[in-house]
């Protein structure tokens, strides 16, 4: 029985049913507001068949909202029950960090030397305790882990228009463009952020685009080597709101189903 047909015989028959209407639908985005842990149960038939066909889950959290932690939590025992192939990418840990993250995941460091290692205990832990339960539980289910950021130091200096050295210009991702809709939602989601000037405002959107980007290219990379395995991503709300940000870059390279999850 191979991973799919796994994943279906947990299913309710009712969502199964409705796998093959939606069969060849267009692989934008999809977007589903207001999910919660009780469609986890798996008596929500749409809510399960919209998982199983998508290749990229984004699960877009609010980051000190332990409602949206639990849900994530849930979304990844569910799947590591029903034995679906997938692995959980983090907006929290930049592609310099894998390293650790794999050396973790073999038990050769424990989670203090990790969060240690990669900073994490300033920058992420503080908002959240749920972070360390939910990198425990993919441990513990053997579910492996993607660095899926920039580093912070390239993204603060495209944030302060200070210019790049050849080797940091060489990190910048390829091959992605940025139109005027995805400036406009920047903008409509950051114009009340406290200190945002007008006049720093595209300076900032580099940046947020350059965080999107190098996600879009982590996840296209790793489903290039294994396209039968999901990826479920953990990120802010802002990365993905509205089908831009990480989907809307990850869409302009491949035809892949994608899934937004707003909790």
Request: proline fraction near 6%; avoid cysteine.
């Amino acid at each position: 029985m191979g991973p799919r047909m796994r994943f279906l015989a947990f299913l309710p028959l009712g969502a199964i049913l409705l796998l093959g209407a939606y069969a060849q639908e267009p692989a934008h985005p999809r977007v589903l507001t207001g999910v919660t842990p009780g469609m986890l149960a798996g008596h929500d038939a749409g809510f399960w068949q919209a998982v199983s066909r998508a290749e990229v889950i984004y699960v877009g959290e609010i980051h000190d909202n332990p409602g949206d932690h639990r849900f994530e939590a849930g979304l990844i025992k569910a799947l590591a029950r029903n034995r679906v192939p997938f692995v959980v990418g983090w907006e929290m840990f930049d592609r310099s960090q894998q390293p650790a993250l794999d050396a973790w995941q073999r038990g050769e460091l424990t989670r203090t030397q990790l969060f240690q290692q990669t900073g994490f205990q300033r920058a992420w832990a503080a908002y959240s305790p749920w972070y360390a339960r939910i990198l425990d539980e993919t441990r513990r289910s053997a579910v492996r882990n993607l660095a899926l950021n920039a580093r912070p130091a390239l993204v603060h200096k495209v944030s302060q228009g200070t210019p790049l050295t050849s080797a940091e210009t060489r990190e910048l991702p390829r091959g992605f463009s940025a139109d005027e809709g995805a400036l406009r939602n920047f903008t409509r989601m950051m114009g009340t952020h406290p200190g945002m000037a007008r006049s720093s405002l595209k300076r900032f959107f580099d940046a947020q685009s350059l965080w999107d980007q190098t996600m879009a290219s982590v996840i296209l990379e790793f489903h290039a080597r294994e396209p039968q395995t999901k990826v479920v991503v953990l990120t802010g709300r802002g990365h993905v709101e509205r089908g831009y940000g990480v989907p809307y870059f990850v869409k302009q390279k491949a035809h892949l189903e994608q899934l937004v999850l707003l909790p």
